[in-house]
């Protein structure tokens, strides 16, 4: 079993950042996958970053070039870096990880960017 505790959301003027974080605990010796997804209230929940165990990331095109993935030193914890935030940006962001067959997923974060 893994559990997954997402902080760092809140509310942001356009153009502004956050960083959320994203810490594992439980089973987490072979998650070969973590990233960060959002749901806008009447969208599909989408993928915006994820980074596997090897360090190889990925990018949704729409936060390319303004978000940053990274795991942390202790390895357990996954960063999202948001700069340049967009009204667009608003969501709710849920850290995932990829465990064998299964997926695991926070209960997710709130990111508001309004003035």
């Known amino acids: 079993q893994v559990q997954l505790v997402e902080s760092g959301g809140g509310l942001v003027q356009p153009g502004g950042s956050l960083r959320l974080s994203c810490v594992a605990s439980g089973s987490i010796d072979s998650i070969y996958a973590t990233g960060w997804y959002r749901q806008a209230p009447g969208n599909e929940r989408e993928l915006v970053a994820i980074?596997?165990?090897?360090?190889?990331?990925n990018y949704a095109d729409s936060v390319k070039g303004r978000f940053t993935i990274s795991r942390g030193d202790a390895r357990n914890t996954v960063y999202l870096q948001m700069n340049s935030l967009k009204p667009e940006d608003t969501a709710v962001y849920y850290c995932n990880a990829k465990r064998g067959l299964t997926e695991y997923w926070g209960r997710g974060s709130q990111v508001t960017v309004s003035s």
């Open positions: 980074i596997t165990s090897g360090g190889t990331t």
